[in-house]
């Protein structure tokens, strides 16, 4: 007699004692019978089986010591990786709900994120009626003549801001929107070069942590301006 397992009908078993053998009908509704997925009941199936197997074995020809370790420890294996799925399922689930958590403190908070989009803020005390225009770009490498371009939410240009020598790194451009009539938002571009090179810029945009939420599984992060991130889109945090 032999158990086997396979992962559509579970563990079944076919027998054959001296020159009688049980019948394709029987052995086939045994392993109908075992097509389950708990660990528990497989454990169960398994080991009347096993007695199954031992009771109906060749005495001329009994079961190997080796064939039945094998078989013990293929159950087990099936159990504990069933198990391990459960405690896996379990702790990615309490995880989501730790993220959730931790994901509230950014509520309110000035992040930073990839993108080309400026942000306008507006003067208060001596500084009221002033506004200005922020963004953010990270330079690979050292460059001569940094340009940022500025241009409304119809790409016309509006203004440009010239920096001059910039190291490599992260640095911030400012620009005065007192006067900046239009609607919409600003956008920036970067140009960079270092004598005949040209130096590629990344450039970020600042935003406000409205709400945090969870999307397939993973935290997403609601910004002010509009727009959702994933928390590992999330470069910097004010």
């Given at each position: 007699m032999t158990i086997s397992f396979d992962a559509t009908n579970g563990y079944s078993y076919?027998?054959?004692?001296g020159a009688?053998?049980?019948?394709g009908t029987s052995s086939s509704t045994s392993a109908n019978g075992i097509n389950t997925t708990s660990a528990a009941d497989q454990?169960?199936?398994f080991l009347k089986l096993l007695v199954a197997q031992m009771t109906h074995q060749d005495p001329m020809n009994p079961v190997d010591n080796a064939q039945m370790t094998s078989q013990i420890a293929q159950i087990n294996t099936v159990t504990g990786i069933q198990q391990l799925n459960s405690t896996m399922q379990?702790?990615?689930s309490q995880f989501s709900s730790m993220q959730l958590m931790q994901g509230g403190g950014l509520i309110g908070h000035e992040v930073l994120t990839a993108g080309d989009t400026m942000t306008i803020t507006t003067g208060t005390g001596t500084?009221?009626?002033?506004?200005?225009?922020?963004?953010?770009?990270?330079l690979p490498s050292n460059a001569a003549d940094v340009k940022v371009q500025i241009t409304d939410a119809s790409g016309s240009l509006v203004a440009t801001v010239p920096m001059g020598t910039q190291s490599a790194g992260r640095h911030d451009v400012t620009w005065d929107a007192s006067s900046y009539k239009g609607t919409g938002p600003l956008k920036f571009s970067v140009t960079a070069?270092?004598?005949s090179a040209?130096?590629?810029p990344t450039t970020y945009s600042h935003d406000v942590v409205s709400s945090v939420g969870t999307s397939n599984g993973a935290l997403a992060i609601s910004l002010q301006n509009g727009g959702t991130v994933s928390y590992d889109k999330i470069i910097?945090?004010?």
């Open positions: 076919s027998t054959s004692t009688k053998a049980t019948s454990q169960d199936r379990t702790m990615a500084s009221a009626g002033k506004a200005t225009a922020t963004g953010t770009f990270d070069k270092n004598g040209s130096v590629t910097s945090v004010y």
